[in-house]
C-alpha cells in the first residue's frame, strides 16, 4: 500500500485558507502527511453526496510550485480505478471541464481523465498526483484520497502504486478537476474532508508539541551552561579570597554598594572566628581556674576584640549603612531580634543577671541594675529618634507636589528629594549611637565586675550568641512536611 | 520642656545691641539647669530630648532654626565643640556636656545622673 507524502515545501502552496485543514491556523509548510494509510481507513464508509471544495486558488496553488513537476488532482469518485498509473508518465492535465474527456488507462470507465503526455518537462519527475475527495456517490473502497508530495527535497511522493488501490466502486459521476484551469467550485463537504481535517490537526499538534520539547531542552541546556560559568566564577573569585555572600545581587547599584557589603561580610566572618578562639581560650582558663593576671590578660582580650567589631561596624556603616542595619551579615534568628543593626544591650545584662555568676555584692548588684536601666532608657530614646526619623521621611515622600503642571512639580520633587536625603544621613548617626551605646554597656560592666566575674560574664554572652546562631541553623535545616 | 523663643525676640526688639553668639550661647547655657541646643527638624535632637524626659529631667530647649540669630549661635557651638555638626548640644548647671554621643556615654558610665541631680535638674 502506498501512503503519499503530501506536503509541498513551497510556502506559497499554503495561501488560501481552503487548504487549511486546521479551523483556526494554517501554519506553512507544514501540512505535511506523513502516512496517508489513514486516509484510507477512514474514508471506507463515504455517503455524502455534495462535492469537495476545490476552489480555483487552492488547485492553483497546487500548481505553482516552482518545480516543474505537474500536479494532477484526480476526484477520487473515480469508480473502478483500477490501473491508474501517472508515474510512469509526464503528465499535463489539459484544462476540461466536468465530464467532458476521457482518458483510457485500463479498466477505468466513467472517468473523465485527460491526460497529456509531456515529455519534455518533466523528464524523470513523476506527476505529483493528487488526489481530492470529490463529487457524489459512496464510495465503498475508497483508495488514494491523498495528497501527493511536491516537496523538492523528499523523492517519496511520487510513487502510484496502481494496481490495488484504486477502487472506487459505486461512484456514479466523477469530475476530474485540472489543476491549471480548474475554475468550478465544488463546495461539498464529505466526511472525507473532515477526516482529512483531524488527522491533519493530530498531525499539527504533534509536530508542534514536538517543537515545543525541543525548545525546552534547548532552554535546558542554556541554562546548565550558564550555571556552569557562574560556578567558575564563583570558584575563582573565592580563590582571590572574596567572600560571595548568599543572594545574587540585583541591579547594578546595589553591585556599587555591594562592595562595602562584601567587604564587612568577610571581616565579619573572620572576626567570628577569631572571637570563638580566644573565647574557647578563655573558657578553658577559667575551667582550670587560672590566675586573677593571666586571666585579665585574657578578658582584656576579648575586650578589645569587642572594640574591633565596633570600629568595623562604623567602616561598613560609612559604606553601607542599609546593609548593616538589615542585619544581613547576621544568622536569620540574630537578624530578627537585633535592634538597630546589632544586640540589646539591655537584653545582654539581663542574661548575664539570670546567669548567677559568682555572688555579686550589693554595689556590683547596683551598679549592673543601674547599667541596665540606663542602657533600657538610652536604647528607647534612640528608639524613638528613629522612629521620628522615619515619621519625617513619610511627611517628606508624601507631600503633595499637586502644584501646577511644568517645572515647578520638578523642582519641588527634586526638593524634597534632597531633603529626604539629608534625613537618609542620619541614619549613619543612629546607627553609630547605638554601636556606642553597645560597646560603652559591655565596657561598664568589665569595670563593675571583677575579672573573674568578667571572664564568667562574657563566655555567658558568647554561649548565648553562639546558640542563637545553632538555632538559626537548626531552623533552616529543620524537615519539613 | 521649655521653648525659649518669645522672650528672646521680645528683648531683640527693644535692643539693638550686638551680642557676641558664644557669650549669648554661655549666657543661654546658664539660665537654666538643662540647656539643650537642637533643631526642630533634627531626629537625633528628638531622641536627645525623649532621654531626657524619660529620666523625668525638664531640659530648656532652644531651636537654632526658629531663632533669628540661630546660624550664628550654631557656628559658636561648632567652635565650642570643635566638630561639624554640633547638634544636639546640651549644657548641664552651665557647663558644657556635649553632644548625643558625650551625653549616652556619661549616662552608661553613671555620671549624668549625679551631674543633673547637683544641677537641680533631677529630685530623688
Redesign the interface.
Known amino acids: 500500500m502506498q501512503s503519499f507524502k503530501a506536503a509541498p515545501s513551497n510556502p506559497e502552496l499554503y495561501t488560501h485558507s481552503s487548504f487549511c485543514f486546521r479551523g483556526d491556523e494554517c501554519s506553512r509548510n507544514q501540512t505535511r502527511f506523513s502516512d496517508l494509510g489513514e486516509l484510507e481507513h477512514s474514508a471506507a464508509a463515504f455517503t455524502h453526496e455534495d462535492a469537495v471544495d476545490l476552489s480555483p486558488s487552492f488547485v492553483f496553488s497546487l500548481k505553482s510550485n516552482n518545480n516543474n513537476d505537474n500536479i494532477v488532482v484526480l476526484p477520487n469518485n473515480l469508480h473502478h480505478h483500477g490501473t491508474f498509473n501517472p508515474s510512469a508518465a509526464c503528465l499535463e492535465i489539459a484544462p476540461t471541464t466536468t465530464g467532458t474527456s476521457c482518458v483510457d488507462t485500463g479498466q477505468r470507465h466513467q472517468q473523465e481523465v485527460v491526460y497529456h503526455q509531456h515529455h519534455q518537462q518533466q523528464q524523470q519527475k513523476g506527476a505529483k498526483v493528487v488526489v481530492l475527495p470529490l463529487g457524489n456517490g459512496h464510495f465503498e473502497n475508497w483508495g488514494d484520497s491523498a495528497m501527493a508530495d511536491n516537496s523538492q527535497q523528499t523523492d517519496t511522493s511520487t510513487d502510484v502504486d496502481t494496481d490495488e488501490k484504486h477502487h472506487f466502486h459505486g461512484l456514479q459521476h466523477g469530475t476530474l478537476s485540472v489543476v491549471d484551469s480548474m475554475e468550478d467550485q465544488a463546495k461539498t463537504k464529505t466526511g472525507d474532508q473532515k477526516t482529512l481535517r483531524r488527522l491533519a490537526q493530530n498531525r499539527e499538534a504533534a509536530r508542534k508539541s514536538r517543537l515545543r520539547k525541543k525548545a525546552y531542552v534547548q532552554q535546558l541546556e542554556n541554562g546548565r551552561l550558564r550555571l556552569q560559568q557562574l560556578e567558575q566564577e564563583l570558584q575563582r573569585a573565592r580563590q582571590q579570597g572574596l567572600f560571595i555572600s548568599s543572594g545574587f545581587p540585583g541591579d547594578h547599584n546595589q553591585l556599587l554598594a555591594g562592595n562595602g557589603a562584601l567587604a564587612f561580610d568577610l571581616d565579619y566572618a573572620r572576626w567570628l572566628d577569631e572571637h570563638q578562639r580566644l573565647i574557647n581560650d578563655l573558657r578553658s582558663a577559667v575551667n582550670s581556674h587560672m590566675g586573677d593576671n593571666e586571666l585579665r590578660v585574657l578578658v582584656d582580650g576579648v575586650m578589645a576584640h569587642y572594640d574591633e567589631i565596633f570600629r568595623m561596624k562604623s567602616v561598613g556603616a560609612k559604606a553601607d549603612v542599609f546593609h548593616m542595619l538589615s542585619g544581613m551579615w547576621k544568622t536569620p534568628a540574630e537578624r530578627c531580634f537585633m535592634w538597630l543593626g546589632g544586640f540589646r544591650s539591655s537584653e545582654v545584662l539581663k542574661v548575664i543577671l539570670g546567669n548567677h555568676l559568682e555572688p555579686l555584692t550589693d554595689q556590683q548588684l547596683l551598679?549592673i541594675c543601674?547599667?541596665q536601666q540606663?542602657?533600657q532608657?538610652?536604647e528607647?530614646?534612640?528608639s524613638?529618634?528613629?522612629e521620628?526619623?522615619q515619621q519625617?521621611l513619610v511627611e517628606t515622600l508624601s507631600s503633595a507636589t499637586l502644584g501646577p503642571a511644568g517645572s515647578g512639580n520638578v523642582a519641588d520633587y527634586m526638593g524634597q528629594m534632597a531633603i529626604a536625603m539629608g534625613?537618609l544621613a542620619?541614619l549613619e548617626?543612629?546607627l553609630?549611637?547605638a554601636d556606642?551605646?553597645r560597646q560603652?554597656?559591655l565596657?561598664?560592666m568589665h569595670?563593675i565586675l571583677t575579672t573573674r566575674q568578667a571572664a564568667r560574664a562574657l563566655l555567658v554572652i558568647s554561649d548565648y550568641f553562639s546558640r542563637l546562631r545553632a538555632l538559626s541553623s537548626l531552623w533552616l535545616a529543620r524537615p519539613r512536611e | 520642656m521649655q521653648y525659649e523663643t518669645e522672650s528672646w525676640s521680645r528683648s531683640n526688639s527693644y535692643m539693638e545691641v550686638v551680642v557676641d553668639p558664644v557669650e549669648h550661647i554661655e549666657r543661654l547655657a546658664s539660665e537654666n539647669a538643662v540647656v539643650i541646643f537642637s533643631m526642630s527638624s533634627c531626629c537625633m535632637c528628638h531622641a536627645i530630648k525623649r532621654l531626657f524626659c524619660g529620666m523625668g529631667v525638664n531640659p530648656t530647649v532652644h531651636e537654632l532654626d526658629l531663632h533669628p540669630t540661630g546660624s550664628d549661635l550654631h557656628k559658636a557651638l561648632v567652635s565650642l565643640l570643635g566638630a561639624t555638626s554640633a547638634l544636639p548640644v546640651v549644657f548641664i548647671g552651665g557647663k558644657l556636656v556635649g553632644a548625643m554621643d558625650r551625653v549616652m556615654a556619661s549616662h552608661i558610665n553613671g555620671t549624668l545622673v549625679p551631674l543633673l541631680k547637683e544641677a537641680g535638674a533631677l529630685w530623688l
Open positions: 551598679g543601674n547599667l540606663s542602657s532608657q538610652a528607647d530614646a534612640l524613638q529618634g528613629m521620628a526619623l519625617s534625613k542620619t548617626n543612629f553609630y549611637q556606642l551605646l560603652q554597656t565596657q561598664q569595670r
